[in-house]
C-alpha cells in the first residue's frame, strides 16, 4: 500500500541541509518520490510503498535536528486512461516486389553495313 508522508524540516538557511534532508530519506527502503512542499518549502513530502515513516522521521531528527512527522495518508494508484487513438490513421505505402528483380534496358546502336569502303548505297 502506498503512503504519502509529510514532515516538517528546519533547514536552518543553508542548502547543505535540503541536501542531506534529500539524501537521507532516498536511504530509507520504500522510498518512491520525494518534494519540497508547504510554505518557505519546509515541508519535504514522501511517497513510498511499504515506507516506515516513525524510521524516516528519526532519520531526518539525527541530520538536521528537527524533524516533525506532520500526516500519513493512503495513496490511491491513478488508472491509466485508454487513450482511444483517432479513427484516421496514415496508411503505409507498400512498393510492389519485382519477381524477377530490376529491369534490364538494352541499347542498340545502328551501325551502316559498308563492306566496300563506300558510303552510297549498297543496292548499286
Known amino acids: 500500500m502506498k503512503q ?9 538557511g ?3 541541509s535540503r541536501t542531506k534532508v534529500m539524501q537521507a530519506a532516498v536511504c530509507v527502503p520504500g522510498v518512491e518520490s520525494i518534494a519540497f512542499g508547504g510554505e518557505d518549502s519546509d515541508q519535504i513530502v514522501v511517497i513510498g510503498d511499504g515506507l516506515d515513516s516513525v524510521n524516516l522521521t528519526s532519520i531526518l531528527r539525527k541530520k538536521v535536528k528537527y524533524a516533525e512527522l ?3 495518508s493512503s495513496v490511491e494508484e491513478k488508472k491509466e486512461e ?8 496514415v496508411q ?7 519477381q524477377t528483380g530490376v529491369p534490364q534496358y538494352y541499347f542498340h546502336t545502328v551501325v551502316p553495313n559498308d563492306h566496300y569502303g ?7
Open 4 to 12: 504519502k508522508v509529510v514532515i516538517k524540516v528546519s533547514f536552518n
Open 14 to 16: 543553508e542548502n547543505k
Open 118 to 124: 563506300n558510303e552510297a548505297c549498297s543496292i548499286m
Open 82 to 89: 485508454k487513450v482511444t487513438e483517432p479513427e484516421f490513421r
Open 70 to 72: 506532520l500526516s500519513v
Open 92 to 98: 503505409p505505402m507498400v512498393w510492389p516486389t519485382y
